[in-house]
């Protein structure tokens, strides 16, 4: 098995306009495979606390299948359930491989900003044991902006479990760091405030997204005061939102007013990460 250490390397600036296409695309590629693309393929998989995402991408970027799986494998960035995430992403690599008419041999996969070499080799190792042969490794914030392609902003991952921000400046990539804070802590919320089940939390933000939205501001706030925190020196820069956590209506705006800079909100933003590390496939 060959390991590659990705650059930070930002890819060259991509508009807000062009970044949207890829990830209506993407979205529209869960399930559903592209009919041709071109070039060769490149295969993403994203451990994410409340999903799996694999992602198979050509040699222009864009997504020609997508794949979720829910598995709690992962949690805090460390892989929690090794069997069970194996055997996510050994799914789906074999459904995409069905789907596709191709094997799958080779991939990348990121891992949260605070993670230490130990526990982003056991990512890399539930790639290799559920199959692919040449894995590349990156954080996945640089991953998010593998999608964005932010030159001067912050990138700010905020997933399941955790918010994780990237400043970026003149292309290079100046600090990185997380904290915990995620959707996983706003169903906490929702279910404390309401009397409900987390489960029950989690259902009622997808299926009536304004019912919460007043009962989350206090936790929209301590996310703000995280990207305040992990940004400090750089409050000049826009904010760039990825991940699901933040895919509620007017969460954006919830933030620009509480930091008092512009932030940018992106369609499927839960599918930045995982496109981006597609991109940063062998
Ligand atoms: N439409 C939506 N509205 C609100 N929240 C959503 C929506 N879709 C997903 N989420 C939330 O997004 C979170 C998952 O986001 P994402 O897939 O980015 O996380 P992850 O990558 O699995 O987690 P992490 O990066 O923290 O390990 C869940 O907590 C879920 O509640
Ligand atoms: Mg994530």
Known sequence: ????????????????????????????????????????????VDLGT?????????DTGEAVWVDTNATAALRDGVVVDFTAAVAAVRTLKRDAEAALGVELEHAATAYPPC???????????????????????????????RTLGIRDGAVVDVGGGSTGVGVFSGGELRALDDRAGGGYHLDLIVAGAMGISVPEAERLKHESPETVTTVLRPGIERVAESIRD?????????VHLA????????????????????????????????????????
């Open 1 to 44: 098995m060959t390991v590659i250490e990705m650059s930070d390397a930002t890819p060259p600036e991509a508009s807000g306009g062009q970044v949207a296409v890829s990830l209506r695309r993407a979205h529209s590629r869960i399930g559903l495979q592209a009919e041709s693309w071109s070039g060769q393929l490149h295969t993403g």
């Open 50 to 58: 409340a999903t799996c995402v694999l992602t198979v991408v050509d």
């Open 115 to 145: 993670v230490g070499e130990a526990d982003s080799r056991a990512c890399r190792f539930v790639l290799e044991s559920a199959g692919f042969d040449q894995i590349a490794m990156l954080d996945e914030v640089s991953a998010a902006n």
């Open 230 to 238: 992990l940004t400090t020196g750089w409050e000049a820069l826009d």
């Open 243 to 282: 991940g699901g956590a933040l895919m509620l209506p007017g969460m954006d705006s919830t933030l620009a007013a509480r930091l008092g800079r512009s932030v940018h909100a992106y369609p499927h933003a839960l599918l930045i990460t995982p496109l981006g590390i597609a991109r940063s496939a062998p």
